[in-house]
Structure formats: structure tokens, C-alpha cells
């Protein structure tokens, strides 16, 4: 029986010594395997999974290798867990820990930062400059789980109590993955951004960050909030999520049919979220002066700037690196209280030993797919009504 030195467990939640786990194999090649349960340090618990979202991520890390670095290096062949975007129940504390109870449902983020670096010092532990520095000689305690360290696609894993965020009973397991991508918009929007509610935003490209940062962008008071894509169902839930105006960018000229819809003149914001070769050039003609543009996607390539419009426009371009500055326990407070429907974007569910086709569906969109979520303590699959 599960019973380390100095950690907690409680009767009435037994653990196992060993568990199911999914590994990276070569590129895109998944196995399922048993690996021991791994077990809490100081200020970590152990956290028994109850449901995984597949992030598009997870995708570029199960086929291309970054930004996941395991041990210095490529993820392939390490006999190691993808997946970050997951909830579950604390299922054991390590030694000191007493902010979180054993059978407490929890929600997580995924950087844990070295909490020693300039950067952790301030908050931003996503852009820790320790970064995968967690191995050997080197270990400067960073954890970024699914990408430096053991993932949750798997039944149990170790967070630092730092990245737990606690959910209410209310709060579906499927909605509780999602906390984490409305976490991520409303880092940009408000820690890194400074956005003050009456001021106006866009988002372009309608995958699960820009969809639920519409619906971050109208909670916090945003107006006009307009979503831009090519995919009418999903502007249409871009519709439900709050935002006031959609243009399908197939069917109008993006940049104009924005600055009509804001009485000619730019917006305030721009979340970027489609990655499209052209985004950071429209982006930039559809804020006003001054305006604030928040890169959350790229293309593979490099693309060609229009710099000169930058610079005479006093225009700000900031990237995003996920969910700094524990946004993600404020977007929860969104969540808990309604403010939104993230489950909107939340389409299929799958039991932990279907990932490979939770992966296809993520993959491959089948069905309208968005946010796909595979859940460990359930067995049949099902698709949910996006409505
Ligand atoms: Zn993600
Ligand atoms: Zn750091």
C-alpha cells in the first residue's frame, strides 16, 4: 500500500503503488503502461485525476517534440505522461502542506516556476528563466507538468500546492479542465494587458483560448467584444460566450468589418489566437493608436511584420506564455459564479484508455470537435450536445 515517509493519506482514499499511465514513445506514438505512483515533496500533494483536457499543445509536443523539455532535451523515448490541462481530487499532502485537504476537488495550473528567479519573484513563473531545470545537478525545482515534468494523462500526479486552484462542488470535472484556458485569457487580457472594463477587443481565430477569451473579455466588462474566424459554428458559440459582434473572415475583409463595427476606428485590444501567416499584420491595423496587440498563437514559419505601422502607431505587441499571476483563481471565480458557460466549448468526452482517438477527434476536428476531454473514473464515451 501507497505509504511514503512523512506524506499524508487518509483511510477513506486509499492509493496504489502503481497506476495506468500513457508515454511518448517515438513521435506521435502513444503506450499504455504502469508506472509507480509518484510520490509529494514539501509544499506538493498528490492529486488522484479525474478528467484531462487535450490542448492543441499537447499535439505539437506528441508529434514535433517542443516546448516540452525533458531532461534537457526531446520528450521521445523517456518513459514520460503528456497532458497539463486536468482536475482531480488531493489524494495524499506532502510533508507541511496544510492549505489543502485530502478528498478536495482541485483544479490545476501547470507552471509551477523555480520561485527563486527574477521573473517567479514577480509572478510571471510561466516565463521562469529556470525553465526545465529540473534534473540531475540542475535541479532548480521548476515544474511545468506535460512539459518539463510528468503530465496527466495518466491516474495520479504531484503539484506544487501553488498551482492548485480549488473548485466548488458544482463545477462539472469537464468544466474544472477548462479553468486553465480561461485562466490563459484573462492573463493576457488583464495582468500582462492592464484592460479596464468600457474598452473594446477582438479576437481572432475562435479555437478554445480565443472562445472562452470573448467570454473572459465580456465578464470583465469589455465592449464591444467582436470574434473573427472562418468557422461559423464556432462563431456562433462565440455568440453565446458573450461576444456583441462575429465576422467570418471568408465572407468580409476582417480589418474593415472591424473598424466598422467600432465606428470606424480601431479597438483597444487584439487577442490573437489563430496563428494565420497574415495575423500580426491584421492585428495591428484593427487596433487604434496606442492600441494593444496579445499574441497567443503563431505560425510555424516567420512571417513579415509591417514594423513601420507599429512604430508610427505607438502600437504594443506582447506575447503569452499560458497563465501567470494566478489569473487562472480569478477566471474560476468567473466560473463558480456563472459569469460564463465554458462548457460551451467543450465537445466530446472519452474514458483515459481511449486517448489515442480523443487525440484523433482533437486532431482531426471530427465532428465539430473542440475541447475533448478524457476522464479516468468513467468508462463509456460520449459526445455532448455543443448547444
Ligand atoms: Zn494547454
Ligand atoms: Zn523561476
Redesign the pocket.
Same mark, same amino acid.
Given at each position: 500500500m501507497y505509504a511514503p515517509p512523512g506524506v499524508k493519506t487518509a483511510k477513506d482514499m486509499p492509493v496504489p503503488d502503481t497506476m495506468k499511465a500513457w508515454v511518448l514513445g517515438d513521435p506521435g506514438e502513444l503506450k499504455f503502461t504502469d508506472k509507480p505512483v509518484p510520490v509529494p515533496k514539501r509544499a506538493e500533494v498528490l492529486v488522484r485525476i479525474d478528467a484531462v483536457a487535450i490542448c492543441a499543445t499537447d499535439l505539437e509536443i506528441i508529434w514535433h517534440g517542443p516546448p516540452a523539455s525533458i531532461q534537457g532535451g526531446m520528450p521521445f523515448n523517456k518513459n514520460w505522461t503528456p497532458g497539463h490541462e486536468y482536475m482531480g481530487t488531493v489524494a495524499a499532502l506532502g510533508p507541511g502542506v496544510d492549505e489543502y485537504k485530502i478528498g478536495q476537488r482541485v483544479t490545476v495550473e501547470i507552471h509551477a +516556476? *523555480? +520561485?527563486? @528567479?527574477k521573473? @517567479?519573484r514577480a509572478g510571471m513563473?510561466t516565463s *521562469?528563466?529556470?525553465y526545465g531545470l529540473n534534473y540531475g545537478d540542475v535541479d532548480k525545482g521548476?515544474r511545468a507538468n506535460g512539459f518539463t515534468t510528468d503530465g496527466g494523462f495518466c491516474e495520479y500526479q504531484i503539484n506544487n500546492i501553488n498551482t492548485l486552484v480549488a473548485i466548488p462542488d458544482a463545477m462539472s470535472d469537464e468544466e474544472a479542465t477548462l479553468v486553465v484556458t480561461a485562466g490563459t485569457a484573462m492573463y493576457g487580457l488583464t495582468e500582462l494587458g492592464g484592460l479596464v472594463a468600457g474598452e473594446s477587443v477582438v479576437v481572432t481565430g475562435p479555437g478554445p483560448i480565443g472562445l472562452l477569451g470573448v467570454a473572459v473579455a465580456k465578464a470583465l466588462g469589455a465592449h464591444p467584444v467582436i470574434l473573427t474566424g472562418t468557422r461559423d459554428n464556432r462563431l456562433k458559440i462565440g455568440l453565446e460566450l458573450g461576444a456583441d459582434y462575429v465576422v467570418n473572415a471568408r465572407t468580409e475583409n476582417p480589418v474593415e468589418a472591424v473598424r466598422k463595427l467600432n465606428g470606424g476606428k480601431g479597438v483597444d485590444y487584439v487577442v490573437e489566437c489563430s496563428g494565420a501567416p497574415t495575423a500580426v499584420n491584421d492585428a495591428v491595423r484593427m487596433v487604434n493608436r496606442g492600441g494593444k496587440v496579445c499574441l497567443a498563437a503563431f505560425p510555424h514559419e516567420e512571417t513579415p511584420v509591417d514594423v513601420a505601422h507599429i512604430v508610427r502607431n505607438n502600437i504594443y505587441l506582447y506575447g503569452i506564455r499560458g497563465e501567470g499571476k494566478s489569473a487562472t483563481h480569478r477566471a474560476e471565480a468567473f466560473m463558480s459564479q456563472k459569469r460564463f458557460d465554458a462548457t460551451k466549448v467543450h465537445t466530446h468526452t472519452f474514458p483515459l484508455e481511449d486517448l489515442p482517438t480523443a487525440i484523433k477527434y482533437a486532431r482531426e476536428r471530427i465532428d465539430d470537435a473542440i475541447k475533448v476531454v478524457v476522464k479516468t473514473r468513467s468508462s463509456a464515451s460520449q459526445r455532448v450536445a455543443a448547444e
Open positions: +516556476g *523555480c +520561485g527563486q @528567479c521573473r @517567479c513563473y *521562469c528563466h529556470n521548476h
